[in-house]
């Protein structure tokens, strides 16, 4: 078991972040260590969390090497999209759409 100690301020830092951070899997990584910081063992954290233990022991080596800011760092990154090389002319195609629909909508309002 990793034992880590936490300050009064790194327990109210990682209350906030459980609920305000903008991203739902660092905040799941803030709950897991401020279940952590209120001592309950690795089991019951996981199955709270629902994540594996060794999920959890991740977490808890990211926290000892670099603190809240390294645990919400987001290092997975998925497959690309086979439209991303589509960008640029789907961004044209669905701006002309729009700037359609916004003359469209203001005859209407004329009429």
Do not use: N
């Not at 977490?59 to 589509?86: F, N």
């Amino acid at each position: 078991m990793l034992c880590i100690e936490f300050t009064k301020e790194e327990r109210k830092a990682l209350h906030h972040e459980r609920f305000h951070h903008p991203h739902p899997r660092v905040q799941q990584k803030m709950e897991a260590l401020w279940l952590k910081s209120h001592d309950l063992p690795h089991a019951q954290i996981a199955e709270l969390v629902q994540i594996s233990e060794e999920t959890l022991r991740a977490y808890l080596r990211a926290y000892q090497e670099g603190g809240i800011e390294k645990l919400k760092t987001i290092s997975w990154q998925g497959p690309e999209s086979e439209l991303s090389q589509h960008q640029s002319t789907l961004k044209e195609f669905f701006c002309k759409i729009r700037l359609r629909l916004s003359r469209t909508q203001q005859r209407k309002l004329r009429s």
